[in-house]
């Protein structure tokens, strides 16, 4: 009895010892999601037409920073982004945040709000994050839009990593497309972009603050004398 107990624990301790060697499964972390350094080109100009607005390309960049907490390397194979809401408005221009440089830029084009309906936008990614190491990317969001239009949309991504496609997922957040865009997952920006959409995405509740909403956004917005 002794010999066999002895043996039994023999395998066990060596079991253990395997196990502990075998390094631990990839598990990424995500950070934080903050706004880039946004850009609008002009991309259609109808000089000299008093009743037709010119057209612009508007880029706001989302800043992705993920730490891999787990013991192995975590491979990014590719981001699905969903638009939950979107709609359009006219409204001053906005400030947008800072952002640090990142180690590579995605882009995606969005449809536009009035479109019925806005399919999941897949992205092929090519990130590798070593164990216990972080790494921060952006991923650029195109809209093409009127002057003078502001396009709204609130929207989640997903971030697939590794052979089992284990994944991250970050959202909502908030993005408006004014003449200098903005990008925020702060509750309270967020609100106020959903407040300010159009009325089909208006609860009872929500159109009622409307008019307090606005105002609080013009107090944040460029002086007057600076506005378009």
Request: with cysteine.
């Amino acid at each position: 009895m002794g010999t066999t107990g002895g043996i039994i624990a023999a395998l066990i301790g060596a079991w253990a010892a395997l196990r502990a060697r075998r390094p631990r499964e990839a598990e990424l972390e995500l950070v934080d999601v903050s706004a880039g350094q946004g850009e609008s080109t002009l991309v259609h100009s109808w000089e000299g037409r008093y009743d037709a607005a010119d057209t612009w390309s508007h880029v706001v960049v989302l800043d992705v920073k993920l730490r891999n907490r787990g013991g192995s390397t975590a491979v990014l194979k590719r981001l699905e982004l969903e638009v939950e809401e979107a709609g359009s408005f006219g409204f001053s221009r906005m400030e947008l945040m800072a952002a640090m440089p990142s180690s590579a830029t995605y882009d995606i084009e969005l449809s536009p709000p009035r479109w019925p309906y806005h399919p999941v936008r897949e992205k092929a990614l090519s990130q590798v994050i070593p164990a216990g190491d972080a790494d921060r990317f952006e991923i650029r969001l195109h809209v093409t839009a009127p002057d003078r239009i502001r396009e709204l949309y609130r929207l989640r991504f997903d971030l697939f990593y590794n052979g089992d496609d284990r994944r991250v997922c970050a959202g909502p957040i908030a993005v408006a497309f004014p003449r200098a865009p903005l990008a925020t997952t702060e509750p309270e920006c967020a609100r106020i972009i959903d407040i300010l959409a159009p009325a089909r995405f208006m609860s009872p509740e929500l159109r009622s603050t409307l008019q307090a909403a606005r105002a609080l956004l013009a107090e944040r917005s460029e002086p007057s004398d600076l506005r378009e």
